[in-house]
């Protein structure tokens, strides 16, 4: 064996103890102290990145289910970023894989990491909202309504900006939860809780655009609404709202 080689396998048997100390003998001829440090470091760094990144799923877990389940994704888990905040997507798309493979696993688990998750996501976007050619004086009933690209409509089963310590339902309600999750100008990530109709014209604006007034309309018409100019009337206040939130920017600059 090469000295090259010889190198590389001794890193290798040295990353896979650090990963998992338990199935994974340490080389030869290091002090356990020693070792113990570097475990304890590598696995902290990790952790507590993750413990800030998923507070309330944290809390939620205790400590016990929580290092479980940080250790076995720290032990099995093969990242495909550099980037530390990428971990906590991989994190969460690992629960997810998981979920309900453990007995203490909440039913709510997957979607509460995602949502908690979505938050260190649009903190480090790098879209910026006065990159986006618009005209902010437009009127957005009239004209086409141009979104923030620092804003996602999610649907979710639970509840999930309401769940705690204090709040953990065991059954999903009847109707999904819409939140819009955004960041503002001054570069605050907020969250917003939106009814269906909301939650639809976001699609809209985004896959068919057309002006507020023609979505409001057609959204009426899929609601089999009585009173159709009710509906484009409230889509007026909606759109003025989500302006004056940084989530519409104004309209669209037609080419």
Same mark, same amino acid.
């Given at each position: 064996?090469?000295?090259?080689?010889?190198?590389?396998?001794?890193?290798? &048997?040295?990353? $896979?103890?650090?990963?998992?100390?338990?199935?994974?003998?340490?080389? /030869?001829?290091?002090?356990?102290?020693?070792? &113990?440090?570097?475990?304890?470091?590598?696995?902290?760094?990790? &952790?507590?990145?993750?413990?800030?990144?998923?507070? %309330?799923?944290?809390?939620?877990?205790?400590?016990?289910?929580?290092?479980?389940?940080?250790?076995?994704?720290?032990?099995?888990?093969?990242?495909?970023?550099? &980037?530390?905040?990428? *971990? /906590?997507?991989? #994190? $969460?798309?690992? *629960?997810? $894989?998981?979920?309900?493979?453990?007995?203490?696993?909440?039913?709510? !688990?997957?979607?509460?990491?995602?949502?908690?998750?979505?938050?260190?996501? *649009?903190?480090?976007?790098?879209?910026?909202? =006065?990159?986006?050619?618009?005209?902010? =004086?437009?009127?957005?009933?009239?004209?086409?309504?141009?979104?923030? @690209?620092? %804003?996602?409509? !999610?649907?979710?089963?639970?509840? %999930?900006?309401?769940?705690?310590?204090? #709040?953990?339902?065991?059954?999903? @309600? $009847?109707?999904?939860?819409?939140?819009?999750?955004?960041? =503002?100008?001054?570069?605050?990530?907020?969250?917003?809780?939106?009814?269906?109709?909301?939650?639809?014209?976001?699609?809209?604006?985004?896959?068919?655009?057309?002006?507020?007034?023609?979505?409001?309309? +057609?959204?009426? %018409?899929?609601?089999?609404?009585?009173?159709? +100019?009710?509906?484009?009337?409230?889509?007026?206040?909606?759109?003025? =709202?989500?302006?004056?939130?940084?989530?519409?920017?104004?309209?669209?600059?037609?080419?």
């Amino acid at each position: 064996m090469t000295e090259a080689a010889g190198l590389r396998e001794l890193q290798m &048997q040295f990353a $896979a103890h650090l990963r998992d100390p338990a199935a994974n003998p340490a080389p /030869a001829g290091i002090e356990d102290r020693r070792l &113990q440090i570097y475990c304890d470091l590598f696995y902290n760094n990790v &952790q507590d990145f993750l413990a800030n990144a998923f507070p %309330v799923l944290r809390r939620i877990l205790g400590d016990d289910a929580w290092h479980a389940r940080v250790r076995h994704f720290y032990a099995n888990h093969r990242a495909v970023s550099a &980037q530390l905040y990428a *971990l /906590a997507e991989e #994190f $969460a798309d690992h *629960l997810a $894989a998981e979920a309900g493979t453990r007995v203490d696993d909440p039913p709510f !688990l997957a979607e509460l990491a995602h949502y908690e998750w979505v938050e260190m996501a *649009l903190l480090v976007d790098e879209d910026e909202i =006065d990159a986006v050619e618009v005209d902010p =004086d437009g009127d957005p009933m009239l004209g086409l309504p141009a979104l923030s @690209p620092l %804003v996602w409509t !999610l649907a979710y089963h639970w509840p %999930v900006h309401k769940i705690s310590p204090d #709040f953990q339902p065991q059954q999903a @309600p $009847a109707q999904l939860t819409y939140l819009l999750v955004y960041r =503002d100008r001054a570069d605050k990530v907020r969250f917003m809780e939106v009814n269906a109709v909301t939650a639809r014209l976001m699609e809209l604006i985004e896959s068919e655009p057309d002006t507020g007034n023609a979505l409001m309309h +057609r959204i009426a %018409v899929e609601m089999q609404h009585p009173h159709p +100019r009710s509906v484009v009337d409230g889509g007026a206040a909606l759109l003025a =709202d989500l302006r004056a939130r940084d989530i519409v920017l104004g309209t669209r600059r037609l080419a």
